[in-house]
């Protein structure tokens, strides 16, 4: 029962994270659908051919992962925290939800780490060759 509370909500969360973008945009004038219109502008924007360098794909990737971490991280608080409130004095409970969240701010402590790390490192070689 769990799982699928769990699956249910993180599903959601992740349509509700995709679709905000285009939800200002589409909702300001009508959607049309000829050349110029809200729609169009917007589809340009995601086509699949551009002229963004390898640099640029790369990084919008690395973002992508960060942000889904982000969401992950968010979701274990929000679970550990619940944990915790409806624990109603259990002990061993209240442990468990520590312990993840714990574990969930040691494991954005080193993603973060991994991330300066490795920015440091690429722009020392990026300035040495350039």
């Given amino acids: 029962?769990?799982?699928?509370?769990?699956?249910?909500?993180?599903?959601f969360l992740l349509t509700v994270t995709m679709a905000l973008p285009l939800v200002p945009s589409l909702a300001a004038d009508g959607f049309g659908f000829g050349p110029g219109s809200k729609l169009d502008t917007i589809a340009s924007k995601y086509k699949t051919q551009s002229s963004a360098t390898l640099e640029e794909r790369i990084g919008s990737m690395i973002q992508v992962f960060l942000s889904f971490l982000g969401v992950i991280f968010?979701?274990?608080?929000?679970?550990?925290?619940?944990?915790?409130?409806?624990?109603?004095?259990?002990?061993?409970?209240?442990?468990?939800?520590?312990?993840?969240?714990?574990?969930?701010?040691?494991?954005?402590?080193?993603?973060?780490?991994?991330?300066?790390?490795?920015?440091?490192?690429?722009?020392?070689l990026w300035g040495a060759t350039n």
């Avoid at 029962?1 to 599903?11: P, Q």
């Fill in 1 to 11: 029962m769990k799982k699928k509370i769990f699956s249910l909500l993180f599903s």
């Fill in 74 to 124: 968010l979701i274990l608080m929000l679970y550990a925290g619940f944990r915790w409130m409806t624990a109603a004095g259990e002990e061993e409970q209240i442990t468990k939800a520590k312990d993840t969240i714990r574990a969930a701010v040691i494991g954005l402590v080193i993603v973060l780490a991994a991330y300066a790390l490795s920015v440091f490192v690429i722009e020392r």
